[in-house]
């Protein structure tokens, strides 16, 4: 064994005197010729794809594996074309990106900051990736952002619906096309205020991370100023999976409105056990017990089951909707994995895309031009009406789903119901908004390494 | 040599050069080759390869010697690591006072965690440190969120400004050593084969022989002595009249100190903490680490550290598309049925082989990593027909 050790130190000892002199030349080349990080050489582009793949959110990882594989071979030419032909933009030419044919390499977060960061890292580090996407969880959205900006890559935000990731953690070369904690809260407001009325007692269970906070500030703040009254709100830890003794106290409250601030299984849980108890039947001051959850997805009310029905919520996206591009991602989504997407998988789609096409008019895959193609990029035709890609934060700005359990469900992907598609102009704020970390949240300068 | 019998020596040189030459070591494949898919040699895995290794290397002191089973040793890294990460937003931007203050606070963390844990032992003692890392894990995640960032974990941001620096305004501060920032990154080009000596690898790597090198010195000494006394009869100690707390305390304290120093070293590295590096996952991922490389021995738990981080991080990366590259020259029915066979055991089934790879080396080899190299070596060492067996034991590859 030692063997090997002292013939590669031979190696090296007249290898690399010998050698050297002649790769003395390649030794600067090798960093000064490129102009920015893993600028692509060859024939082809590398995309890295992090997506949670083990650990709570791997449903929703897999599902945006799915959705970025078919991007891909739309971007490549391959199928029929999916929303390319739908998008108001048509510098995308169906020969991959600038020419170069696209490859990816898919890397596992599992849900966590650590181990997102360590795969991303060696997508741009070892795999030579320009750009990186993906991700469930907003904890790994930030990291990764935060990675991206210090390593001089774009990275696209898949679901994350945190206001941190584009609020008080925004990166210049971090992008976020999924809504947004307050986008969630401005939309539902209203439609709560129409159909329950505005003198309502609402009582908080919070999951008791990042993101829960974040969306109770922002379904509190919104339903406040319609007059609603917040009774109480508690945090809940992550990993509780009965949640029988937070319902309980509920009632003796005097709320009247319970609302979940709970994502994936943690909703599923405490939807099913709420229900259970029988708060939908009761009467307080006078009025239905009503139950609300902000942001809804359909992997979850798969989960919840029957419990769902007649609950609103919010939502990204969803496969029912109508509009040409919707249609058309549904049509080829559907052909290739046999069922419809999820909100998930329309993000992570949707994003690849976008990034395609901001290389194409950026005529380069040098972040810093990029990050001027995205910015302030007004786009349609991608199942979410027109929309905005804003220069200040990095945020798409679009209409927002609210949404309601079906009551009679025709197939198990069929569970929510369009209530009503919140307009942009309701969902847009300032961005210096104190939910959005205030006036101190700063881009920085786009960094495109090297 | 510095205090080290020839044997020792001779290891201690072995892991030197073993660390030193890791970016030829563990980049053998030539970049075009398909094979490249199983290089590791780039720097965040090669910074991870050593980091864990100084965390598995204190972790075998405690547990190799003394025979207490920790299952809340991340607690220490993480800990270390927010020392480290405050130390780089509030003080400076070098990374040695943030890996020293990464040490420190671990370790006073582990004095109370040690002082309370080890009024017992045993299934008590495991389940205690267990529960204070739990602990930890989630007052970082919720409650100590203004301390630790919570989920979303602690970042140098454009608006940190640490007193001993002096950044441009909206300059993202990077952690250096004296200037050098720990990404640069040296790249050496011979033919086909592309070779990258990272700053922060090395930085990582001088710690780790230092912490190798404290190690054997640990090992041989006295209190060493001490502690593999505790591990045989604990009782018997007491008989002799010998109080082995206050030596198990030590062992403690020292071994949450190696893991502050590898947070600490994390951090410096990639300037990121979140609360998931205390997940009890993580405590036991330290555990299979050392039992995997060999319980007890100096360089098992390096050899550990590095199999299960390369399969972490090479095999969850290999996904369908991979495999039918592989295979592509196979016959269509061949190859979909071979991807379907390996498919399962890597990408996101990665920890599938591990749990084998694992349940075959404490089954077959309950020596660890270790053992299986002195078999190997003594079979060579019959062949060979010189009893220098324990040459080559020593000398197991990393990889």
């Known amino acids: 064994m030692s063997k090997t050790d002292l013939t590669r130190r031979g190696l090296l000892k007249t290898g690399a005197v010998a050698g050297a002199g002649v790769a003395l030349p390649t030794i600067f080349t090798a960093q000064s010729a490129s102009a920015f990080t893993n600028e692509p050489t060859g024939g082809s582009v590398t995309l890295g794809f992090n997506v949670p793949q083990t650990g709570p959110y791997a449903d929703e990882g897999a599902d945006e594996l799915r959705a970025y594989e078919l991007a891909v071979e739309h971007l490549n030419g391959g199928g029929d074309g999916g929303m390319m ?49 993906g991700g469930s969880s907003s904890g790994v959205a930030v990291a990764v952002q935060a990675l991206c900006q210090e390593a001089g890559v774009i990275f696209m935000a898949g679901l994350t619906h945190s206001n941190d990731t ?12 999924f809504f947004n904690s307050y986008m969630s809260g401005a939309a539902l407001a209203p439609v709560l205020a129409g159909a329950y009325g505005t003198d309502r007692k609402a009582y908080h269970l919070t999951a008791d991370y990042n993101w829960g906070y974040t969306t109770e500030e922002a379904v509190k703040a919104s339903t406040e100023a319609l007059g609603w009254e917040t009774v109480a709100a508690v945090k809940t830890p992550l990993t509780q999976t009965d949640f029988s003794s937070y319902i309980a106290p509920v009632l003796q409250s005097g709320a009247d409105t319970l609302v979940l601030n709970h994502y994936g299984g943690n909703m599923v849980n405490s939807l099913t056990n709420a229900v259970q108890f029988g708060l939908r039947d009761k009467q307080v001051n006078g009025k239905d017990f009503q139950i609300i959850v902000p942001l809804y997805s359909r992997l979850m009310a798969k989960g919840a089951g029957a419990n769902v029905k007649g609950i609103f919520g919010s939502t990204n996206w969803h496969w029912s909707l109508q509009d040409e591009g919707s249609k058309a991602f549904v049509k080829s989504f559907g052909t290739k994995y046999g069922f419809p997407p999820s909100q998930a998988a329309h993000t992570c789609y949707v994003q690849a895309l976008l990034y395609a096409d901001a290389v194409e008019r950026a005529g380069s895959f040098n972040p810093c031009a990029v990050v001027e193609a995205l910015e302030g990029f007004e786009f349609d035709g991608m199942g979410n009406g027109k929309t905005l890609y804003r220069a200040d934060d990095h945020q798409c700005f679009k209409d927002v789903l609210v949404v309601k359990g079906k009551e009679n ?6 569970l929510l119901e369009i209530v009503e598609v919140t307009p942009v102009d309701q969902v847009t704020y300032a961005p210096d908004h104190p939910q959005m970390g205030g006036a101190e949240a700063t881009l920085g300068t786009c960094n495109p390494g090297a | 040599m510095l205090g080290l019998d020839k044997k020792d020596f001779r290891l201690l040189v072995i892991v030197v050069a073993l660390t030193m030459l890791a970016p030829f070591l563990l980049n053998p494949f030539p970049e075009s080759s398909g094979l490249a898919q199983f290089n590791a040699g780039y720097p965040d895995l090669m910074q991870r390869f050593v980091i864990f290794g100084i965390f598995a290397i204190g972790f075998n002191i405690l547990f190799g010697l003394t025979g207490y089973l920790s299952f809340g040793h991340a607690a ?22 943030a890996i020293i203050m990464g040490v420190i606070f671990a370790g006073i963390f582990a004095l109370a965690v040690g002082y309370i844990s080890l009024r017992r032992s045993g299934i008590y003692f495991s389940i205690l440190t267990l529960a204070f890392a739990q602990m930890s894990y989630a007052l970082a995640y919720s409650v100590l969120t203004p301390i630790t960032g919570g989920e979303t974990g602690l970042q140098i941001k454009a608006t940190d400004r640490p007193i001993l620096s002096n950044l441009e305004p909206g300059e993202i501060g990077r952690a250096n050593l004296f200037g050098m920032d720990m990404r640069t990154s040296f790249e050496l080009g011979l033919g086909d084969w592309l ?19 404290l190690s054997i010195r640990i090992f041989r ?11 045989s009869n604990q009782t018997r100690m007491y008989y002799t009249g010998l109080n082995a707390r206050p030596y198990t305390l030590a062992a403690f304290v020292i071994s949450g100190m190696y893991a502050g120093l590898a947070g600490g070293l994390l951090v410096a590295m990639d300037t990121q903490a979140g609360p998931e590096r205390m997940f009890w996952t993580a405590s036991g991922e330290v555990v299979l680490m050392t039992i995997l490389g060999g319980v007890g021995t100096l360089i098992g738990p390096v050899l550990g550290a590095g199999a299960i981080k390369y399969m972490e991080n090479i095999l969850s990366k290999i996904n369908k598309d991979i495999l039918h590259q592989w295979f592509a020259i196979l016959p269509d029915g061949i190859e979909n ?3 379907t066979i390996v498919y399962p055991f890597v990408g996101k089934g990665w920890h599938l082989t591990l749990g084998i790879i694992f349940m075959a080396v404490v089954i077959f080899l309950p020596g660890g990593l270790v053992e299986g190299g002195q078999r190997i070596a003594r079979l060579f060492g019959r062949k060979k027909a010189k009893g220098d067996a324990e040459e080559a034991t020593q000398s197991t590859p990393a990889e």
Not at chain 1, 97 to 124: C, F, H, N, P, W
Not at chain 2, 195 to 213: D, E, H, K
Not at chain 2, 224 to 229: D, E, F, W
């Open chain 2, 76 to 97: 220490f890294l993480g800990v270390g690591s927010y020392a480290a990460i405050w130390m780089m937003k509030l003080v400076t931007l070098n990374v040695i006072p």
């Open chain 2, 195 to 213: 070779f990258t000596f990272n700053s922060g690898y090395y930085i990582a790597a001088v710690f780790m022989i230092l912490a190798f090198y």
């Open chain 2, 337 to 339: 049925f071979l991807v």
């Open chain 1, 166 to 177: 584009t609020g008080k953690d925004r990166k210049a070369n971090g992008f976020r096309h």
């Open chain 1, 85 to 133: 032909s739908t998008f108001s933009s048509k510098a995308l030419q169906g020969n991959g990106i600038l020419g170069k044919k696209v490859e990816y390499v898919t890397g596992d977060t599992q849900t966590k900051a650590d181990a997102a960061r360590a795969s991303a890292k060696s997508m741009i580090e070892k795999d030579g990736a320009v750009m990186i996407t």
């Open chain 1, 409 to 414: 469900p025709d197939s198990e992907f069929d």
């Open chain 2, 221 to 231: 000494s006295p209190f060493g002595t001490m502690l593999r006394a505790v591990k």
